[in-house]
């Protein structure tokens, strides 16, 4: 039983339920014991860093302290925003001393920045893929494309996590349980992110971009890790069928979701019955 | 109205103060567009990313003023694509983070960037007050701020069965803490 | 007895202006050993000589102290006025007052004191200068060119029509170089290959021109007008006096298909093959590694069809040897293929090509016989985007450079698409045109104004491919950086220039510097930029940096004259600033110990061993000895020798003691 960090965020546990089931489900079949960080604080998300840049370096600091106080070595943060913030945040404060000392001043605990952070493709690469032909059930036999969005890969330099363009981890991860990845265009283009309330006149337009491309090229589902793009990919999608001016019937799932589908999780487990977007996969 | 004083040196510029407060040089900017090339929201931008850098780079403060204003800040969406394919790596998305910021303390939000900054506002206050987002506050929030009551109101109820939405908030229990870290930040006068 | 002359010059008003040189001049009257002092406004005029030389005859001077500027600006001067008044010239040092004096300091007495100071320390070294000679050695009047291409192949010409020998090492089966690929040339629009290949012949047949093709440089030992060059010869598994070229094995090899490197990839050979038919020398070579012989012991094929029965399946590789006076390296450059941008696909889309693919596209004798054809489908491309500055001028690439020529040739290539293809559209995008040789400006101007080139100022952010074509985003800066789209049938990438892939190899062998991104260094970037910091070896062409062909065949034929200079003469004079091990009578023979630190740590190589022997002929102690044709007088084993038996000529451990010490003035 490997136990590991585990930050959820905000929308895991709101809006993207079914994210945070999903994690739980497949680390409870492969062994894995995630434990949140004890009264774990929002990260920020775009609002921070938008409004203030030592707010946006300090809600983060916040959780890799208390993080570190729990005792972990590795934290697992599933949302591609907050395990961006996380991550940049450590990286920052680990170049200059000066912010370090002055962040550490405003959190009023004590920080190292010594703690891993890992996305979920990392966790999975790390803790999962090793066993998944074994714990296979269901071959998952269908043409996904594989979503990125734009958190998980850059900035490239900081994250240093696959290739930022046309990036294969998370391809590699479907075709461990049997997916058909295809290869298209918009594997990194942004969704529209945090502009969801505020204009989702923009979000309609990109989101709707990566459902058309991703269609035209036969997928059969969009898999993202991210609880932001599944968001605008698949509640706003009665926007994004406006702009296509065509009703798109493609699923958005979690690449968690999918790894429980191939490996005999239930779809109430994974929570599948929350998206908008009917899943049909079987 | 003539331009001839906007490109002489001067002492204290906008592009001098992004320098100084994020190691961003704009000098470094040769114009090649890549970056407003592979914007993905740049024709709903006033200014695309290179040419916002231009302006910075001419050091004038009407220039200046016009770059605080503008939208291009608040749109851009930190996605982060300029700089992964800038040549000469500049740090755009830094840069923006900071004008945003200026652009805040001088008052200059350009009024079609209101709703947005209205969300970032209610996000955060919802941080402020229970330490992790309560959307229903947040929608709430936002709501009051724009006075867009009826967006999203056919969603609310799906969400709420397809069990996305708590109608209670959950809270962080060190709240002190955290309302002490919004205090020293951007509830500061001299935060940044 | 120490007879010295000190001459104080006020280098008009260089060194007058800060330093008062009569009082320096009169100070120094009074220092030991000292039999004349004067001081003069320019010491470096013929009068100002001539004050130099009668003062020798007069006041029978044994040593000369100049104070003046740097030495490297006048020391031979005053060598030249001191030998010519029967002194020898190293008994002449110079004071620089200039430089590390009067230049550097306001005017005041300390500033004075401190050139009395530099003139003393001179004096002490100069009482204890020695009598030095030119030190001589001979030279081996050959010269060795690696790289066939159009530099290469212009120096070894040059070279050949001076009278000398030249050997020439390419290591491609044919000599040609990239060159020989290009379609036609710009500004001219002429073909290529018919301007390069009648220089190729004569290489071929020049009678001072020794060729050796699919051949490279193994080792290079000694020094200037003294080499001694390893060549290996691959095996090309052929007897090559008995191969007529007629060509009927590489008509009847079986295996026909392996992708041409000569076609960039875009064409096939056989296993026994000619790059390409106009080469030299006509004769092929067989690939070992594709070949159905080497493969499975096979087929044979070619030695059955041979009508001279040329073929030699068991060759091997022979190495040579040759001496050879002086080394011009031409080996050329190599450009980033088009897997080197993930923005652009990598290498996924078979339709996005670079420039020296594009080149076989268009040439009469390539893979398509000179039809811009897409490589995936072979249709015609009736959208064709260029893209200018593909990794050059890109630190986050890692290429910062421009690559000088990309501006020329996407002007060239969009103007023959457009001359081939004539309802076809052709876009460039580009950052700037650099078009600075002559005739350029008007070429670019022409792809725009006649054949109506579409210029696009930006880069491309991203190139993806949907329902067949290639999707093309870049912006156009001039319109306000909006953004663009076009749908292309091709993309033609103008890929940064780099240096070969062996070049840090070659380079190592030769013992020549090389930068960061591994171009050979030239000694000066400004006026020596032909020479490397190695005595003897020269470059020519791309390998020193990206340059068009005028520049590089000017740069062969200025490589070549320098190798004639070092021809002209039976004898190299050097100057004998260098280190000597110190040799005593029997029974001590020197105090060297024989440890040969020295010799591991000489970065010219210039330390040997010599054996001394008894009368028996028995060698009883092994002594380290300086080559003076290689020792560059670094002074590095001076230093290090634990046992003090190195010196340096000119500057002996005794000479430099006295001046610090005199600087100290303890002396």
Redesign the interface.
Same mark, same amino acid.
């Given at each position: 039983m490997i136990k590991l960090g585990f930050y959820p965020g905000? !929308?895991l %546990? +709101? &809006? =993207?339920?079914e994210y945070s089931e999903s994690v739980m489900a497949i680390a409870k079949k492969f062994d894995i014991e995630l434990v949140q960080v004890p *009264?774990?604080?929002?990260c +920020?998300? &775009?609002?921070? #860093?938008?409004? =203030?840049? %030592?707010?946006?370096l &300090?809600?983060p600091a916040?959780i890799i302290a208390l993080a570190e106080k729990a005792g972990f070595d590795e934290l697992v943060v599933p949302c591609a925003a907050c395990y961006n913030k996380i991550t940049v945040t450590k990286h920052e404060l680990f170049e200059d001393v000066t912010l370090k000392e002055r962040v550490k001043?405003?959190? &009023?605990?004590d920080y190292t920045g010594n703690i891993k952070i890992l996305n979920v493709i990392q966790m999975i690469e790390k803790y999962i893929i090793k066993d998944i032909d074994f714990k296979l059930e269901n071959k998952f036999l269908h043409k996904v494309a594989c979503y990125y969005g734009?958190?998980l890969v850059?900035?490239?330099k900081i994250l240093q996590f696959d290739? /930022? %363009?046309?990036p294969q981890s998370m391809d590699n991860v479907m075709r461990a349980i049997g997916a058909e990845p295809i *290869?298209w265009?918009f594997k990194? %283009?942004?969704c529209?992110? +945090?502009?969801t $309330? !505020?204009? /989702?006149d $923009?979000v309609n337009k990109?989101s709707g971009n990566i459902v058309e *491309?991703a269609i =035209?090229r036969g997928a059969e589902a969009i898999v993202v890790a991210c609880p932001m793009c599944q968001a605008n990919l698949d509640?706003r999608r009665p926007g994004i069928d406006k702009y296509l001016n065509k009703k798109t019937t493609i699923p958005v799932i979690y690449l968690t979701q999918a790894i429980g589908l191939a490996t005999g999780c239930t779809e109430k487990e994974l929570g599948l019955?929350? #998206?908008?977007v009917p899943v049909n996969l079987s | 109205m003539s331009n001839t004083n906007t490109h002489t040196l001067k002492k204290h510029t906008l592009s001098g103060d992004i320098k100084e407060h994020t190691d961003v040089s704009t000098a470094k900017c040769y114009q090649c567009g890549k970056c407003s090339a592979g914007c993905p929201v740049v024709n709903d931008m006033d200014f695309p990313p290179s040419l916002l850098l231009r302006m910075l780079q001419v050091e004038s403060d009407q220039i200046d003023e016009k770059v605080l204003r503008s939208l291009t800040i608040w749109l851009c969406l930190s996605c982060e694509m300029c700089i992964g394919r800038c040549p000469q790596e500049v740090d755009i998305p830094k840069a923006m983070d900071y004008l945003r910021s200026v652009s805040l303390k001088k008052n200059m939000q350009n009024p079609k960037a209101k709703h947005i900054i209205q969300f970032h506002r209610a996000f955060l206050d919802s941080i402020n007050y229970t330490g992790k987002l309560y959307e229903m506050g947040l929608i709430a929030d936002y709501k009051t701020r724009s006075l867009n009551l009826m967006q999203d109101v056919a969603i609310a109820p799906s969400m709420y069965a397809k069990g996305k939405l708590s109608i209670l908030p959950e809270m962080v229990k060190d709240l002190k803490n955290v309302k002490k870290i919004f205090n020293k930040t951007i509830k500061d006068k001299e935060g940044r | 007895m120490s007879r010295i002359g000190v001459f104080i010059c006020h280098c008009g008003e260089n060194i007058s202006a800060t330093v008062d040189c009569e009082k320096v001049a009169k100070v120094s009257g009074f220092l030991p050993g000292v039999a004349f002092s004067v001081d003069y406004k320019y010491m470096c005029s013929d009068p100002g000589q001539n004050l130099i030389k009668d003062a020798i005859k007069e006041h029978k001077l044994t040593g000369v102290v100049v104070a003046a500027c740097s030495p490297r600006m006048h020391e031979p001067t005053f060598r030249r006025a001191t030998a010519e008044a029967g002194v020898n010239p190293f008994l002449c040092e110079m004071a620089n007052l200039r430089e590390h004096c009067s230049w550097v300091h306001e005017k005041g007495d300390a500033t004075t004191n401190k050139a009395i100071d530099i003139v003393r320390s001179l004096v002490a070294k100069v009482k204890r200068n020695q009598a030095l000679y030119p030190i001589k050695v001979p030279v081996t009047k050959t010269a060795l060119v690696i790289g066939g291409g159009v530099a290469g192949i212009q120096a070894a010409l040059d070279i050949a029509n001076t009278g000398h020998k030249v050997i020439m090492v390419e290591k491609e089966p044919s000599i040609g170089g990239h060159m020989s690929q290009l379609s036609e040339t710009f500004p001219t629009l002429d073909c290529s290959q018919c301007i390069l290949t009648p220089r190729m012949v004569e290489v071929a047949q020049h009678q001072n021109i020794t060729l050796f093709t699919y051949a490279e440089v193994e080792s290079l030992e000694g020094f200037i007008g003294n080499f001694k060059v390893k060549i290996r010869k691959k095996a090309k598994s052929i007897d090559e006096k008995a191969c007529t070229g007629c060509g009927m094995c590489t008509t009847k090899c079986p295996q026909k298909k392996i992708k041409s490197e000569w076609e960039q990839g875009l064409g096939v050979r056989p296993a026994i093959y000619v790059p390409f038919p106009q080469a030299v020398p006509n004769k092929p070579v067989i690939d070992r590694i594709n070949c159905t012989y080497y493969k499975t012991g096979k087929c044979k094929i070619c030695e059955k069809v041979c009508p001279t029965k040329a073929i030699r399946f068991e060759q091997e590789d022979e190495v040579i040897e040759r001496e050879v006076g002086a080394v011009v390296v031409a080996t050329g450059y190599d450009i980033k293929r088009t897997d080197f941008f993930p923005e652009y696909g990598y290498d996924k889309h078979k339709d996005i090509i670079d420039g020296l693919q594009f080149e076989r596209l268009a040439s009469a004798s390539g893979p398509t016989k000179g039809e811009i054809r897409r490589p995936s489908d072979g249709e015609i491309p009736k959208n064709i985007v260029f893209v200018a500055c593909a990794g050059s001028r890109d630190v986050a690439k890692g290429i910062e450079y421009c690559s000088k020529i990309c501006c020329m040739y996407t002007a060239k290539h969009a103007m023959l698409y457009k001359h081939k293809v004539h309802d076809g559209n052709a876009y460039v995008f580009y950052m700037d045109i650099r078009a600075a040789g002559k005739g350029y400006e008007e070429f670019t101007r022409r792809a725009i104004e006649e054949d109506g080139a579409k210029y696009i100022r930006g880069r491309v952010s991203k190139i993806y491919e949907k329902n067949g074509k290639l999707i093309v985003v870049g912006a156009d800066t001039l319109m306000g950086a909006q953004q663009v789209e076009i749908e292309a049938d091709m993309v033609v990438l103008a890929t940064a220039s780099i240096a070969n892939k062996d070049s840090k190899d070659l380079a190592h062998k030769l013992h020549v510097s090389y930068d960061a991104h591994h171009f050979i260094s030239e000694a000066h970037p400004k006026l020596k930029p032909v020479e490397t910091n190695t005595a003897g070896i020269f470059l020519a062409g791309a390998c020193q940096a990206p340059k068009d062909i005028p520049e590089s065949v000017a740069q062969a034929s200025g490589a070549a004259v320098k190798v004639a200079c070092l021809f002209s003469n039976d004898e190299l004079t050097r100057e004998p600033i260098i280190a000597v091990v110190n040799r005593l009578a029997p029974p001590a023979y020197s105090t060297c110990t024989g440890c040969f630190l020295c010799e591991k740590v000489c970065p010219y190589q210039a330390i040997t061993r010599e054996e001394i022997k008894n009368r028996e002929g028995n060698v009883i102690r092994n002594l380290a000895v300086v080559n003076p044709g290689l020792c560059q007088g670094c002074g590095t084993c001076v230093a290090l020798c634990k046992s003090k038996s190195i010196d340096l000529q000119g500057y002996s451990n005794d000479q430099v003691y006295a001046e610090v010490a005199a600087v100290l003035d303890t002396i």
């Amino acid at each position: 039983m490997i136990k590991l960090g585990f930050y959820p965020g905000c !929308s895991l %546990e +709101g &809006s =993207s339920r079914e994210y945070s089931e999903s994690v739980m489900a497949i680390a409870k079949k492969f062994d894995i014991e995630l434990v949140q960080v004890p *009264d774990w604080n929002c990260c +920020g998300a &775009s609002a921070a #860093h938008n409004m =203030s840049k %030592e707010l946006a370096l &300090s809600l983060p600091a916040r959780i890799i302290a208390l993080a570190e106080k729990a005792g972990f070595d590795e934290l697992v943060v599933p949302c591609a925003a907050c395990y961006n913030k996380i991550t940049v945040t450590k990286h920052e404060l680990f170049e200059d001393v000066t912010l370090k000392e002055r962040v550490k001043d405003i959190i &009023s605990l004590d920080y190292t920045g010594n703690i891993k952070i890992l996305n979920v493709i990392q966790m999975i690469e790390k803790y999962i893929i090793k066993d998944i032909d074994f714990k296979l059930e269901n071959k998952f036999l269908h043409k996904v494309a594989c979503y990125y969005g734009c958190l998980l890969v850059r900035p490239t330099k900081i994250l240093q996590f696959d290739r /930022p %363009e046309d990036p294969q981890s998370m391809d590699n991860v479907m075709r461990a349980i049997g997916a058909e990845p295809i *290869d298209w265009a918009f594997k990194t %283009e942004c969704c529209g992110a +945090g502009l969801t $309330v !505020s204009r /989702p006149d $923009v979000v309609n337009k990109l989101s709707g971009n990566i459902v058309e *491309d991703a269609i =035209s090229r036969g997928a059969e589902a969009i898999v993202v890790a991210c609880p932001m793009c599944q968001a605008n990919l698949d509640m706003r999608r009665p926007g994004i069928d406006k702009y296509l001016n065509k009703k798109t019937t493609i699923p958005v799932i979690y690449l968690t979701q999918a790894i429980g589908l191939a490996t005999g999780c239930t779809e109430k487990e994974l929570g599948l019955q929350r #998206h908008f977007v009917p899943v049909n996969l079987s | 109205m003539s331009n001839t004083n906007t490109h002489t040196l001067k002492k204290h510029t906008l592009s001098g103060d992004i320098k100084e407060h994020t190691d961003v040089s704009t000098a470094k900017c040769y114009q090649c567009g890549k970056c407003s090339a592979g914007c993905p929201v740049v024709n709903d931008m006033d200014f695309p990313p290179s040419l916002l850098l231009r302006m910075l780079q001419v050091e004038s403060d009407q220039i200046d003023e016009k770059v605080l204003r503008s939208l291009t800040i608040w749109l851009c969406l930190s996605c982060e694509m300029c700089i992964g394919r800038c040549p000469q790596e500049v740090d755009i998305p830094k840069a923006m983070d900071y004008l945003r910021s200026v652009s805040l303390k001088k008052n200059m939000q350009n009024p079609k960037a209101k709703h947005i900054i209205q969300f970032h506002r209610a996000f955060l206050d919802s941080i402020n007050y229970t330490g992790k987002l309560y959307e229903m506050g947040l929608i709430a929030d936002y709501k009051t701020r724009s006075l867009n009551l009826m967006q999203d109101v056919a969603i609310a109820p799906s969400m709420y069965a397809k069990g996305k939405l708590s109608i209670l908030p959950e809270m962080v229990k060190d709240l002190k803490n955290v309302k002490k870290i919004f205090n020293k930040t951007i509830k500061d006068k001299e935060g940044r | 007895m120490s007879r010295i002359g000190v001459f104080i010059c006020h280098c008009g008003e260089n060194i007058s202006a800060t330093v008062d040189c009569e009082k320096v001049a009169k100070v120094s009257g009074f220092l030991p050993g000292v039999a004349f002092s004067v001081d003069y406004k320019y010491m470096c005029s013929d009068p100002g000589q001539n004050l130099i030389k009668d003062a020798i005859k007069e006041h029978k001077l044994t040593g000369v102290v100049v104070a003046a500027c740097s030495p490297r600006m006048h020391e031979p001067t005053f060598r030249r006025a001191t030998a010519e008044a029967g002194v020898n010239p190293f008994l002449c040092e110079m004071a620089n007052l200039r430089e590390h004096c009067s230049w550097v300091h306001e005017k005041g007495d300390a500033t004075t004191n401190k050139a009395i100071d530099i003139v003393r320390s001179l004096v002490a070294k100069v009482k204890r200068n020695q009598a030095l000679y030119p030190i001589k050695v001979p030279v081996t009047k050959t010269a060795l060119v690696i790289g066939g291409g159009v530099a290469g192949i212009q120096a070894a010409l040059d070279i050949a029509n001076t009278g000398h020998k030249v050997i020439m090492v390419e290591k491609e089966p044919s000599i040609g170089g990239h060159m020989s690929q290009l379609s036609e040339t710009f500004p001219t629009l002429d073909c290529s290959q018919c301007i390069l290949t009648p220089r190729m012949v004569e290489v071929a047949q020049h009678q001072n021109i020794t060729l050796f093709t699919y051949a490279e440089v193994e080792s290079l030992e000694g020094f200037i007008g003294n080499f001694k060059v390893k060549i290996r010869k691959k095996a090309k598994s052929i007897d090559e006096k008995a191969c007529t070229g007629c060509g009927m094995c590489t008509t009847k090899c079986p295996q026909k298909k392996i992708k041409s490197e000569w076609e960039q990839g875009l064409g096939v050979r056989p296993a026994i093959y000619v790059p390409f038919p106009q080469a030299v020398p006509n004769k092929p070579v067989i690939d070992r590694i594709n070949c159905t012989y080497y493969k499975t012991g096979k087929c044979k094929i070619c030695e059955k069809v041979c009508p001279t029965k040329a073929i030699r399946f068991e060759q091997e590789d022979e190495v040579i040897e040759r001496e050879v006076g002086a080394v011009v390296v031409a080996t050329g450059y190599d450009i980033k293929r088009t897997d080197f941008f993930p923005e652009y696909g990598y290498d996924k889309h078979k339709d996005i090509i670079d420039g020296l693919q594009f080149e076989r596209l268009a040439s009469a004798s390539g893979p398509t016989k000179g039809e811009i054809r897409r490589p995936s489908d072979g249709e015609i491309p009736k959208n064709i985007v260029f893209v200018a500055c593909a990794g050059s001028r890109d630190v986050a690439k890692g290429i910062e450079y421009c690559s000088k020529i990309c501006c020329m040739y996407t002007a060239k290539h969009a103007m023959l698409y457009k001359h081939k293809v004539h309802d076809g559209n052709a876009y460039v995008f580009y950052m700037d045109i650099r078009a600075a040789g002559k005739g350029y400006e008007e070429f670019t101007r022409r792809a725009i104004e006649e054949d109506g080139a579409k210029y696009i100022r930006g880069r491309v952010s991203k190139i993806y491919e949907k329902n067949g074509k290639l999707i093309v985003v870049g912006a156009d800066t001039l319109m306000g950086a909006q953004q663009v789209e076009i749908e292309a049938d091709m993309v033609v990438l103008a890929t940064a220039s780099i240096a070969n892939k062996d070049s840090k190899d070659l380079a190592h062998k030769l013992h020549v510097s090389y930068d960061a991104h591994h171009f050979i260094s030239e000694a000066h970037p400004k006026l020596k930029p032909v020479e490397t910091n190695t005595a003897g070896i020269f470059l020519a062409g791309a390998c020193q940096a990206p340059k068009d062909i005028p520049e590089s065949v000017a740069q062969a034929s200025g490589a070549a004259v320098k190798v004639a200079c070092l021809f002209s003469n039976d004898e190299l004079t050097r100057e004998p600033i260098i280190a000597v091990v110190n040799r005593l009578a029997p029974p001590a023979y020197s105090t060297c110990t024989g440890c040969f630190l020295c010799e591991k740590v000489c970065p010219y190589q210039a330390i040997t061993r010599e054996e001394i022997k008894n009368r028996e002929g028995n060698v009883i102690r092994n002594l380290a000895v300086v080559n003076p044709g290689l020792c560059q007088g670094c002074g590095t084993c001076v230093a290090l020798c634990k046992s003090k038996s190195i010196d340096l000529q000119g500057y002996s451990n005794d000479q430099v003691y006295a001046e610090v010490a005199a600087v100290l003035d303890t002396i």
